[in-house]
């Protein structure tokens, strides 16, 4: 795992390296490696890396879309003591964001895919702020 190797923000460069050498132990031809690795080193979202081939927009999309499969492990990143303990609306707050700033990197023909489910998700992640003033709940 990436950030076993090295830290979390620098993944895409470390999996630059692991896609290396399995594509190497795989014997996969040189050029159409060499690709991969470009894949792997641009798909990262909060770098602004250009991505020149539609083979790199389509791995960056894909990790985007990741986080959309995986919002209980976004949780996890916010309100654990381990990595960022935030309360539990600072917690929401930071996975609406990281979904938005997701959303918002996306390529239009993926935008529009995703655009329905995107747009339910920060409905449901938004109730939980409609509830509170609702109920007057306090933390």
């Known amino acids: ?63 985007v879309m990741a986080h959309f499969d995986c919002i209980p492990s976004l949780f996890h990143l ?6 960022m303990g935030l309360s539990i609306e600072d917690g929401t707050e930071f996975v609406k964001k990281k979904l938005e700033r997701d959303y918002n990197k996306l390529s239009s023909r993926t935008k529009e895919i995703l655009k329905e489910r995107y747009e339910n998700i920060i409905k449901v992640l938004l109730l939980n702020n409609i509830m509170k003033q609702l109920f007057y709940i306090k933390e």
């Open 1 to 63: 795992m990436p950030s076993e190797i090295g830290p979390r923000e620098e993944h895409n460069i470390y999996g630059v390296k692991i896609a290396d050498e399995l594509l190497t132990k795989l014997d996969y031809p040189q050029d159409r490696k060499e690709r991969v690795k470009e894949c792997v080193l641009r798909h990262r979202g909060s770098k602004d890396l250009p991505r020149n081939t539609i083979e790199e927009q389509c791995v960056a999309d894909a990790d």
């Open 78 to 83: 916010a309100f654990c003591k381990n990595e």
